[in-house]
Protein backbone atom coordinates (compact mmCIF):
# COMPACT_ATOMS: atom_id res chain seq x y z
CA UNK A 1 0.00 0.00 0.00
CA UNK A 2 2.59 2.33 0.92
CA UNK A 3 4.67 1.63 -2.26
CA UNK A 4 1.24 2.58 -4.42
CA UNK A 5 0.51 5.63 -2.26
CA UNK A 6 4.33 6.91 -3.13
CA UNK A 7 3.86 5.80 -6.74
CA UNK A 8 0.48 7.98 -7.00
CA UNK A 9 2.56 10.74 -5.11
CA UNK A 10 4.91 10.64 -8.25
CA UNK A 11 2.41 10.71 -10.86
CA UNK A 12 0.37 13.56 -9.03
CA UNK A 13 4.17 15.24 -9.33
CA UNK A 14 5.11 14.57 -12.41
CA UNK A 15 1.52 16.24 -14.15
CA UNK A 16 2.34 18.93 -11.76
CA UNK A 17 6.24 19.56 -13.25
CA UNK A 18 4.90 18.95 -16.99
CA UNK A 19 2.13 21.61 -16.15
CA UNK A 20 4.82 24.17 -15.16
CA UNK A 21 6.95 23.60 -18.14
CA UNK A 22 3.94 24.44 -20.78
CA UNK A 23 4.49 27.38 -21.48
CA UNK A 24 5.24 28.24 -25.23
CA UNK A 25 6.02 31.78 -25.16
CA UNK A 26 9.24 33.70 -24.00
CA UNK A 27 8.70 34.61 -19.86
CA UNK A 28 9.17 38.38 -18.46
CA UNK A 29 12.63 37.17 -17.50
CA UNK A 30 13.81 36.24 -21.27
CA UNK A 31 13.18 39.65 -22.37
CA UNK A 32 16.37 41.25 -24.06
CA UNK A 33 15.60 45.16 -23.87
CA UNK A 34 15.88 44.94 -27.33
CA UNK A 35 11.93 46.47 -27.16
CA UNK A 36 11.64 49.84 -25.11
CA UNK A 37 8.07 48.73 -23.60
CA UNK A 38 6.87 44.74 -22.94
CA UNK A 39 3.84 45.66 -20.72
CA UNK A 40 1.44 45.61 -23.25
CA UNK A 41 2.16 42.49 -25.03
CA UNK A 42 -0.85 39.84 -25.20
CA UNK A 43 -0.40 35.84 -25.99
CA UNK A 44 -2.13 35.04 -29.20
CA UNK A 45 -1.82 32.80 -32.20
CA UNK A 46 -0.46 33.32 -35.32
CA UNK A 47 -1.52 32.13 -38.65
CA UNK A 48 0.28 28.94 -38.58
CA UNK A 49 -0.87 27.96 -35.16
CA UNK A 50 1.84 28.76 -33.02
CA UNK A 51 1.80 31.39 -29.23
CA UNK A 52 3.22 34.57 -29.96
CA UNK A 53 3.63 37.41 -27.58
CA UNK A 54 1.89 40.46 -30.16
CA UNK A 55 0.82 43.87 -29.47
CA UNK A 56 -0.98 45.92 -32.29
CA UNK A 57 -1.61 49.37 -31.86
CA UNK A 58 -5.51 49.95 -32.43
CA UNK A 59 -5.29 53.18 -34.35
CA UNK A 60 -2.96 51.18 -37.27
CA UNK A 61 -3.92 51.31 -40.30
CA UNK A 62 -1.32 49.92 -43.32
CA UNK A 63 -3.61 51.31 -45.92
CA UNK A 64 -1.90 55.23 -44.37
CA UNK A 65 2.00 53.72 -45.09
CA UNK A 66 3.38 53.62 -48.36
CA UNK A 67 6.38 51.75 -47.47
CA UNK A 68 8.77 50.46 -45.33
CA UNK A 69 12.67 50.88 -44.44
CA UNK A 70 14.05 47.79 -43.73
CA UNK A 71 16.80 47.59 -40.74
CA UNK A 72 18.71 44.04 -41.33
CA UNK A 73 18.14 41.66 -38.43
CA UNK A 74 20.77 41.55 -35.57
CA UNK A 75 21.67 39.92 -32.36
CA UNK A 76 21.09 41.43 -29.40
CA UNK A 77 22.58 41.11 -27.16
CA UNK A 78 25.69 39.99 -29.40
CA UNK A 79 26.13 36.67 -28.52
CA UNK A 80 29.37 34.56 -27.44
CA UNK A 81 29.87 31.37 -29.73
CA UNK A 82 30.41 28.19 -27.52
CA UNK A 83 31.88 24.96 -29.10
CA UNK A 84 28.04 23.26 -29.14
CA UNK A 85 26.95 26.96 -30.88
CA UNK A 86 30.03 28.10 -33.31
CA UNK A 87 30.26 31.57 -34.62
CA UNK A 88 29.94 29.91 -37.96
CA UNK A 89 26.82 28.48 -36.92
CA UNK A 90 25.62 31.64 -35.30
CA UNK A 91 26.25 34.10 -38.48
CA UNK A 92 24.45 30.80 -40.32
CA UNK A 93 21.04 31.92 -38.49
CA UNK A 94 21.43 35.48 -38.56
CA UNK A 95 21.78 35.77 -42.39
CA UNK A 96 19.08 32.89 -43.18
CA UNK A 97 16.80 34.83 -40.32
CA UNK A 98 17.44 38.32 -42.22
CA UNK A 99 17.11 36.82 -45.81
CA UNK A 100 13.51 35.58 -44.97
CA UNK A 101 12.21 38.06 -42.82
CA UNK A 102 13.18 40.69 -45.54
CA UNK A 103 11.63 38.77 -48.28
CA UNK A 104 8.17 38.62 -45.95
CA UNK A 105 7.94 41.80 -45.06
CA UNK A 106 8.56 43.01 -48.31
CA UNK A 107 5.13 41.11 -49.30
CA UNK A 108 3.51 44.21 -47.19
CA UNK A 109 5.06 46.99 -49.01
CA UNK A 110 7.79 48.08 -51.21
CA UNK A 111 11.06 48.05 -49.51
CA UNK A 112 12.89 51.84 -49.38
CA UNK A 113 16.22 53.07 -47.90
CA UNK A 114 14.76 56.68 -46.78
CA UNK A 115 12.05 57.06 -44.68
CA UNK A 116 9.13 59.50 -45.38
CA UNK A 117 5.86 61.10 -43.44
CA UNK A 118 4.23 57.89 -44.80
CA UNK A 119 6.53 55.19 -44.13
CA UNK A 120 7.16 52.21 -41.96
CA UNK A 121 10.34 51.34 -39.72
CA UNK A 122 11.21 47.47 -39.31
CA UNK A 123 13.28 46.64 -37.06
CA UNK A 124 14.32 43.67 -35.26
CA UNK A 125 16.93 41.21 -33.38
CA UNK A 126 17.66 37.69 -32.33
CA UNK A 127 17.31 37.81 -29.10
CA UNK A 128 18.69 34.37 -28.21
CA UNK A 129 19.82 31.45 -29.33
CA UNK A 130 19.50 28.54 -26.35
CA UNK A 131 20.56 24.80 -25.70
CA UNK A 132 19.03 23.05 -22.18
CA UNK A 133 18.99 19.74 -20.99
CA UNK A 134 15.41 18.23 -21.50
CA UNK A 135 13.32 18.95 -18.91
CA UNK A 136 12.18 15.55 -17.06
CA UNK A 137 9.50 13.27 -18.75
CA UNK A 138 6.80 12.19 -16.73
CA UNK A 139 8.12 8.57 -16.44
CA UNK A 140 11.22 9.76 -14.70
CA UNK A 141 9.35 11.21 -11.52
CA UNK A 142 9.37 7.79 -10.18
CA UNK A 143 12.28 8.13 -7.89
CA UNK A 144 14.31 5.21 -9.29
CA UNK A 145 13.90 6.57 -12.99
CA UNK A 146 14.93 9.88 -11.37
CA UNK A 147 18.34 8.30 -10.63
CA UNK A 148 18.85 7.34 -14.04
CA UNK A 149 17.89 10.71 -15.45
CA UNK A 150 20.50 12.15 -13.30
CA UNK A 151 23.19 9.90 -14.27
CA UNK A 152 22.37 11.06 -17.85
CA UNK A 153 23.17 14.45 -16.87
CA UNK A 154 26.14 14.09 -15.17
CA UNK A 155 27.85 12.27 -18.40
CA UNK A 156 26.11 14.75 -21.25
CA UNK A 157 23.79 12.11 -22.42
CA UNK A 158 20.78 13.90 -22.14
CA UNK A 159 18.78 15.27 -24.68
CA UNK A 160 19.32 18.95 -25.39
CA UNK A 161 16.10 21.24 -26.07
CA UNK A 162 17.16 24.21 -28.77
CA UNK A 163 15.15 27.45 -28.79
CA UNK A 164 15.54 30.53 -30.45
CA UNK A 165 14.07 33.86 -29.20
CA UNK A 166 13.15 37.22 -31.83
CA UNK A 167 12.02 40.76 -31.11
CA UNK A 168 10.66 42.85 -33.54
CA UNK A 169 8.73 45.94 -34.19
CA UNK A 170 7.62 48.16 -36.68
CA UNK A 171 7.77 52.04 -35.84
CA UNK A 172 5.61 55.11 -37.86
CA UNK A 173 8.22 56.93 -39.20
CA UNK A 174 6.78 60.29 -38.80
CA UNK A 175 5.79 59.73 -34.98
CA UNK A 176 8.50 56.96 -34.05
CA UNK A 177 6.32 55.09 -32.05
CA UNK A 178 5.36 51.34 -32.84
CA UNK A 179 2.07 49.90 -34.17
CA UNK A 180 3.52 46.18 -33.55
CA UNK A 181 5.53 44.66 -31.75
CA UNK A 182 6.49 40.86 -31.25
CA UNK A 183 7.94 38.69 -29.30
CA UNK A 184 8.18 35.24 -30.28
CA UNK A 185 9.94 32.04 -28.94
CA UNK A 186 10.60 28.78 -31.37
CA UNK A 187 11.63 25.30 -30.23
CA UNK A 188 14.20 23.92 -32.45
CA UNK A 189 14.92 20.39 -33.55
CA UNK A 190 16.98 18.48 -29.97
CA UNK A 191 20.49 17.26 -29.96
CA UNK A 192 21.25 14.32 -28.60
CA UNK A 193 23.39 15.64 -25.97
CA UNK A 194 25.89 18.14 -25.05
CA UNK A 195 28.67 17.43 -27.59
CA UNK A 196 26.33 17.50 -30.76
CA UNK A 197 26.98 21.06 -32.27
CA UNK A 198 23.85 22.92 -33.20
CA UNK A 199 23.30 23.73 -37.18
CA UNK A 200 21.53 25.59 -39.09
CA UNK A 201 18.83 22.95 -39.77
CA UNK A 202 18.40 22.65 -35.91
CA UNK A 203 16.62 25.91 -36.07
CA UNK A 204 15.62 26.37 -39.33
CA UNK A 205 11.76 25.32 -39.66
CA UNK A 206 11.43 27.88 -36.35
CA UNK A 207 12.55 30.40 -39.04
CA UNK A 208 10.44 29.49 -41.87
CA UNK A 209 7.59 29.43 -39.61
CA UNK A 210 8.36 32.91 -38.79
CA UNK A 211 9.09 34.49 -42.30
CA UNK A 212 5.25 32.29 -43.04
CA UNK A 213 3.90 33.97 -40.13
CA UNK A 214 5.15 37.76 -41.01
CA UNK A 215 4.20 37.44 -44.32
CA UNK A 216 0.38 36.04 -43.39
CA UNK A 217 0.37 38.79 -40.97
CA UNK A 218 -2.97 40.59 -41.18
CA UNK A 219 -3.81 43.51 -38.80
CA UNK A 220 -7.63 43.39 -39.80
CA UNK A 221 -7.94 39.63 -37.83
CA UNK A 222 -6.38 40.86 -34.88
CA UNK A 223 -8.96 43.41 -34.24
Known amino acids: MR ?20 SKVAEPDQYSGFLKDYSNLQQTTSATGKPTLRWVDPSYDPAHYDNIVYNDITYYPVPKAS ?20 TAVAQHK ?24 EGLQFYEVVPVALVVAGTEMATGHRTMDTHLFFEGE ?38 DDMATDTAMFDVKATK
Do not use: W
Open 170 to 207: LIDAATNKPVVKVVRMGEGKDLNNESTPMTLATLKQVI
Open 83 to 102: TQIGAHTLEELRTYTNEKIK
Open 3 to 22: THTLFKVAVLSGLLALTGCA
Open 110 to 133: PLVKTAGPRSLIFRGAITGVSVKK
